[in-house]
Each structure stands twice: as structure tokens, then as C-alpha cells.
């Protein structure tokens, strides 16, 4: 069953081209219809005001990229919770707010329960992202949208995170092009960008000779921390969670900016940094932030494009992605982080498929 690989999670990580191709199959075929969201789409997405994203774990960081995308290109404000706290709160709720939970299993019962408490505050509409046909949440929503990864058997959540990012995309071009937002022009661009998204992962698997060769370095020591900025800060989120999840180690991730409001106090020799640092708009600013952290004695370990013009010097080390990709960045940009996390494991001899404590389906409080 594991043909080459040595786990299911290495696995799972090199299928990513495959699951993506297969997620983004029908969109590409049709463009981006409301159809593609369930039948209902069609009259439920141009009048929703708002959408409210609830899920746990990886699926939360998913959620956190999907903020920025349908801020952007729809124009919808968008906001997400982690659905163990949100179920429990007195929370407002605009019945024209779409819910959107995000779910690989489809059975984590405290994204369940929040969906069922948003659906009692009186939100009219919620749209499932799921990887499991007929799973709990789906069955619970009037809309929804499968992920096609295909099982997902490593605890750590892979494939499924990138094929959520992908939906999720989709779904900020679809309500931006139903409200008139999205030109045609536009959704051929789109179109295009997400045509190369495949092959682009590709190239960032190819990487994994040299993130293998960093492994030692961080298996070495008992603390990571890991920085990106708008779109890539929940990348290095997801970077720090699967790096604690699978190798042991303690691992932080901040948006760069924050750094000097406290966490720039733990860097020093013992603290590699992880930066996620392709050529978007905020890139200067990142590289202000590296220098902060070199001036501290931190080591940086550069995950960059070949259009962010990084080179390696002393204490800096940089693998880069061949070529820019645009919106569709945080997606390649998660592939090395994965690496990264499941050689460090590896090197530490941890049991990757089956971390200590943890449950590929989360079905308990
Ligand atoms: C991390 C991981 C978990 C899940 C979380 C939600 O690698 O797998 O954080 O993402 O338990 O699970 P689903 O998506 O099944 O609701």
C-alpha cells in the first residue's frame, strides 16, 4: 500500500499533485460556477452578507488563508473561529452570514456542534468543506464541497490541507465573480493560475533532497519558531503545529510584524527561525524582520521563491520554489513546511503516522 514511500505521510505529501488536479478537476472543466457548491448555491451565494468559517486544527489554518482570499477577491467580510471556542460563547450571528466549516473526517464533533449551535443563532446557510462523502457535517449542511484527496491515513493532516486551500479558493473567485466583483478577464487568469497549480507543487516536492538536509539542524534542538506575513502567516501556523504534532518539538509561529511585541526575546543560537518569504508585497517588510532576528543570533531557514532574490550567508539558508504563484502561493508554500516537519520526525525517530496522544478523527471533547 505504501509502494515507495516509508509512511503514509510522506505518502500523502507527494500525492498532493494528483489530489489537487482531481479537487480542481470540474473548475476547470466549468469555470466557477455556484453548481460546483451543491444545487442550492446558485441562489443561496449572491445574497449572503458575510462568512463566518468554523473548524479545528490544520482545517482552522485553511480557514485563516480563506480570510484573506475572500476579503480580497470577493469583497465579503469573512471571519473564522476555532469552533471548540465558538460553540460556547455568546456569539452574534447575522442570519445572512454564511457558515463554512472546514472538515477532513467530517466527524470532529466540536465543529459539528458548532454548526448546529451557528444553525440555532439563526444563520440560514452552511456550506460544508469536506473530505469524507457522507460524513456527519456534510449531512448537516445544505451546501456542500468535496475536497478529493482520497484517504487521508497519517494522523498529520496533508493532502487534506491543501486541497482545503483549494476549495477555499474557489470559493472566494466564485462569490466574488456572483457579486459581479470577478470580471471574466479575471476568471481566466484564475483559471489559468490554478491549471499550473499542480505542477507547481510539484516543483516544491522536488525540493525535498535539500529541506531533508536541514532536518539535523533542527532535530537537534528543542525549540522552532516560525514567521510569515498576510497570506503565508497561517503557512507558518500549519509549519509550527505539524512540527510539534509529528517530531516532539516545541514549535511557535507569529505573523513577522509581531515580532518585536515579545517573541523576539526568546531568539537567540537555540532558536532556529522558519521564515516563509515568497516575492509578495510584503516582502521587504519580512526581510526587515530576518534582520531582527539575525541580529539576535537566530539562524534563519528561508523558504522563498526564485523572485524573492534570497541567497544564503552566514547564519541564512534559503531554499527556494522555482517561480512565483501569484494568490495560489500559501499552496505551494505548505509543501516544504510538511517536508520539513516529517524529516525533522524522522531524524528523531518519532512515530510519524502515529503520533503520541493524538487521533486521526477527533469525535470526543
Ligand atoms: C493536524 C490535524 C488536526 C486536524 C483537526 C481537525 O495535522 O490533522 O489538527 O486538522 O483535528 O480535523 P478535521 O479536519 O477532520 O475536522
Redesign the pocket.
Known sequence: ELGPYSHFMQKEIHEQPKALSDTIEAILDDGFSAELFGAAAANVLPTLSGVKIL???????AGLTAKYWIESIAGVVCDVEI?SEYRYRDAFADPQHLVV????????L??MEALKYAKSLGHRHALSI???RESA?PRASDLVFYTRAGAEIG????K??TT?LVSLFALAVTLGKVRGRVTAEQEAQYLAELRHLPGSVQHALNLEPQITAWSAQFAAKNDALFLGRGLHYPIAL?GA??LK??SYIHAEAYPAGELKHGPLALVDENMPVVVIAPNDALLEKVKSNMQEVRARGGELFVFADADSHFSDSDGVHVIRTPRHVGVLSPIVHSIPVQLLAYHVALTRGTDVDKPRN?A???TVE
Open positions: 473548524a479545528c486544527g490544520t482545517s482552522y489554518y469552533a466549516t472546514i472538515s477532513q473526517s467530517g466527524e470532529t466540536d465543529t469536506c473530505n469524507v457535517i494522523v498529520a493532516s496533508t487534506a490541507f482545503q500549519e503545529l505539524k504534532e509529528i493524538l486521526k478523527s477527533v
